[in-house]
């Protein structure tokens, strides 16, 4: 079976189980998932099955959007509820909604993000969550993200605990932090907070409304109507070229092409279709030479 399953991620379970679900009901070695999830984080989980696993790499460049929660009032060691506490402060003012939304205006574009402790970026070959569980502490990698919607999506509610929260939806660049983002929120309404809800609802053309629960996926597989979005429905959303059946036979191989035998694209990387709606392979412009370079090729 070759293609992609749009999984609704439950939570309280890791991307990796999900894999591990899909391969024990496909009964295949071959599912791979486009990008992690937290293990308390719901939504969009593209699985990659078959022949398709060949294009996850190209599917994690997409952007993200998802709707989320801030908690004011204390933080915690994981940037999210599943951590410690390591600082407090009651929210004893008024917190406004046009002061939350001014907050927002001002995260709006492209900063320098600096990734949490418990994450999984990498130094020096392991995940910054490995560091923080044996308590070494190491610099983060500082890195360049953008926001491109961040709005306030509910009231600002006040517990009796001192604690204020309110709901968000953000859209952003491949390797945003949403906990960092609640956190900075915080930050610039002048308390510690953290991320205390997030759902993942777009991942690139992916959208929680396609997607299968874990349950109606299983029901389906045994059943014997699940339908899986193929690899060329997947890269549809992928700036694209369809070449005639002679530069087919040279993508086929592995050759490098001119510009004008990718229809003088100013695109890069690029997916190359066949005249029949294959997707053959992604090309790329070579750093040095007038000319494209194969990435990865799909046959």
Same mark, same amino acid.
């Given at each position: ?256 092409? /001119? ?26 412009? /070579? ?13």
């Amino acid at each position: 079976m070759d293609g992609v399953l749009l999984l609704d991620k439950p939570a309280g379970m890791t991307s990796h189980d999900c894999v591990n679900i899909a391969r024990k009901v496909l009964k295949t070695k071959k599912v791979g998932h486009t990008g992690t999830l937290d293990p308390n984080v719901t939504g969009v989980l593209p699985l990659c099955i078959g022949r398709a696993t060949k294009i996850s790499q190209f599917l994690t460049a997409n952007e993200k959007e998802y709707v989320g929660e801030v908690t004011l009032g204390f933080s915690t060691t994981t940037e999210d509820s599943d951590g410690e506490m390591v600082d407090q402060k009651r929210v004893e003012r008024e917190i406004t909604e046009e002061e939350v939304k001014e907050v927002l205006k001002e995260m709006l574009g492209t900063s320098i993000q600096v990734p949490p402790m418990y994450s999984a970026v990498k130094v020096n070959g392991k995940k910054l969550y490995e560091y923080a569980r044996a308590g070494i502490e190491v610099e983060r990698p500082r890195r360049e993200v953008t926001i491109e919607v961040l709005e306030l999506t509910s009231g600002i509610i006040k517990t009796e605990d001192g604690l204020v929260k309110f709901s968000f939806r953000v859209r952003g660049s491949k390797g945003l932090f949403v906990r960092t983002v609640a956190v900075t929120i915080g930050e610039k309404l002048g308390y510690p907070a953290h991320m205390s809800y997030l759902r993942r609802t777009a991942s690139g053309p992916f959208v929680i409304e396609d997607c299968l629960t874990l349950e109606t996926f299983k029901q389906q597989a045994e059943a014997g109507t699940l339908s899986l979005m193929t690899l060329e429905q997947a890269m549809s959303a992928f700036s694209s070229v369809t070449v005639d059946a002679w530069v087919e036979k040279l993508v086929r191989n592995g050759v490098q092409l /001119h510009h004008e035998q990718v229809k003088l694209t100013s695109h890069s990387p690029v997916a190359l279709f066949s005249r029949n709606g294959q997707c053959l392979a992604v090309y790329e412009k /070579h750093p040095t030479r007038e000319v494209y370079r194969s990435v990865r090729g799909f046959f």
